[in-house]
């Protein structure tokens, strides 16, 4: 069943145990990219898996209305013949990025590389997220905006070519990385970022893949990582390896509702993504990777899970990067684990979909749960948890999956305001969850 704008208002509740094999659908952050280094590389890219969720399809859009041609071919499969030497040329209508903030941040950045006009737009929520993170070293490279208040909507005007720069990001964000190094491509010299933390590092793996050097250096905790432009592409076919993000959902399920045992194939175990894996095991899970293969430049796994006793655990802010996207489900996670789970360096959940440190908090408390904010930090302590609740959404995918969850484990249903939103990274979910067997639907 899928759920549409029509039949937004959603439940879950607590039923049987939950069962059986799925396979994790494609990862957004893999398919985001796939589009736009095929948009601008020489030559056809032929993508197997990708993901498409309403943000992919935002960037597939995008990248024709630069000049690419994109074909859908079949269910997850696309091709993308991009523009190559000729480069962008100026879109003749707006880019919409509907509510995708890597969308945006990554083409941003690599259309800036472009002498071209483009007028930029996204949905009521991308319009509030901060795009001066990747406006403002842009604009040290010599690109020119106008943007209001430093969000959306905004437009690139003409300015000539641009410099490299060498770029330390205020916060550990792969977005930011990656836009300026899609800038750099299309600079004389080499661009640099120095990241303080390690962050998901698909950009320059896939641009490795068509054919750029890129020079990584690790340093303590962190990374230099750099391009010589111009650095030309050259297509390579793409096979999208699941999303560990939206595994974790279905981690979460099982984890939650007693006796269930499932198995969830083809998930992505890039280091930079697994975090939330390596939690969950610390805690107690019964979270076993098998069946190890190589995918598309990716290492991916299939994971069983299976009910658990789980106990508090502590998770540094050091965690962040690799599990950012995550911790709505794991303080959901945590809810019903014995002790109290301190989540530490949660800031940038405040500027994701939504404020998701305040939505995650206000979902668990508003069913009975004790959690509690504490400057950057979340405490949740597990317990019996109520349910009942109708929980407000705020067109945030993760809380409105996150609330569903909670109440399949829940002494009584789970309603949220609106389901639409989940398909913007996972179209599938409904099916995915009614074929283990969960009781979830629009009310
Ligand atoms: C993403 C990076 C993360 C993450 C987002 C996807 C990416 O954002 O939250 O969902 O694909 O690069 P930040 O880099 O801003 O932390």
Redesign the pocket.
Known sequence: MKITETDAKTASKPEKPLSGAVRAPGD???S??ALILGALAEGTTQITGLLEGDDILHTAQAMRAFGADVQHISPGEWHVTGCGPEGWKSPKTPVDFGNA??GA??IVGAAAGFDLQANYVGDASLSVRPMG?VLDPLTEMGAKFKSGKGTLPLTQTKGGALNPISFTPP????????ALLLAGLNTNGRTEIIETRI??D??ENMLEAFGVSVTRKREGQGARVSIQGPAPLKAVPVTVPGDP?SAAFLIASALIVPGSDIIIENVMMNPSRTGLFEVLTEMGGFVRTDNFRRSGGETIADIQVRHSKLTAISVPKSRV?SM??EYPILAVIAAFAKGTTEMRGLG?LR??ESDRLAGTHALLVENGVSAEIRGDSLLVTGGPVAGGATIKTHHDHRLAMSALILGLGADAPVTIDDASMIAT?FPDFFDLMHSLGASIGAV
């Open positions: 957004k952050s893999i985001h990219r903030g890597t941040r990554l993170r916060h550990a964000s792969a977005q930011v990385k990656s962050t998901r698909h950009t993000s990067p950012v996207d940038e500027v994701k990274s």
